[in-house]
């Protein structure tokens, strides 16, 4: 029987990120500037393929109707597809997705969707070649447009592309990404630059609001749509001159946190509560055989009755987090 996850504070959890590695090839200025550096890895190194369907299961059994592969990279695993596949075998999880820096989509986004992968979002947080490659490190750009066009190709009818939002980098250059979406039916998702612990210089330099753009947007026409209970936190606008959609994620906003409804675990195996909480519960010793489902269904039933209200990310606190590829961002 489905049982449904509930915090002390009414908020119901039907989505899961699950990261899968921490390692990222690309070295964005907001993330991993100075590249990945491997960092509390166990000497079992990141879950297994069977760890990963086991923790999928018992989420799923507590009402998960939504895996979201993360990373650092995850499509970097070689066996990505079969993580895909494990997970799409528990009919209970409607959704699986993946976020991706995109530079493998081109060659193996036909294989994800094969596997059962049914949402993907890509991170590009500027059009512009040159600007892509200051920010992310490498000169992949031309290998991620071609995978978006790619996966539109297998089938995919929209496809979301992330974008962090900062000061004097993009945040002027909102008629360039509504040209691109115009004819296309991508959600372009503006993502707030949030505080880490590696990265408070970096914040104060080019944070900005999303309120900025969505009272552009609302100036010109776009109209705000409703929630679903599985969705992501954005505030997503549409156009009907437009295919594509816009979305918008202020963590900064007041009840940003009123309608969470995701949960994290770590690639190796904590539950994180909060993306900006200070610790995880450990996980992976009831992952190693079939034997502990109830009792790891127990375990994460009951960490969740420590969640916090809110991230107090308002008051500088960002918890363990020092990047955003630690736990799956």
Known sequence: MVTQLTDAFERKFYYLRLSITDVCNFRCTYCLPDGYRPHGVTNKGFLSLDEIRRVTRAFAALGTEKVRLTGGEPT????????????????????????????????????????????????????????????????????????????????????????????????????????????????????????????????RKHHISGAVLRDELLRRGWIHQIRSRSDGPAQVFCHPDYAGQIGLIMPYEKDFCASCNRLRVSSIGNLHLCLFGDGGIALRDLLADDDHQDELRSRIERALTHKKQTHFLHDGHTGITQNLSYIGG
Request: glycine share 6%; hydrophobic share 45%; charged share 25%.
């Open 76 to 203: 970097l695993r070689r066996d990505f597809t079969d993580i895909v596949a494990a997970v799409a075998e528990n009919p209970a999880v409607r959704q699986i997705a993946v976020t991706t820096n995109g530079y493998r989509m081109a060659r193996d986004v036909r294989a994800w969707r094969d596997a059962g992968l049914t949402a993907i979002n890509v991170s590009l947080d500027s059009l512009d070649a040159r600007q892509f490659h200051a920010i992310t490190g490498q000169d992949k750009f031309d290998q991620v447009m071609a995978g978006i066009d790619a996966a539109f190709d297998a089938g995919f009818e929209r496809v979301k592309v992330n974008t962090v939002l900062m000061r004097d980098v993009n945040h002027h250059q909102l008629d360039t990404f509504l040209d691109w979406i115009q004819s296309r039916p991508i959600q372009l998702r503006f993502i707030e630059l949030m505080e880490t612990g590696e990265g408070g210089e970096l914040f």
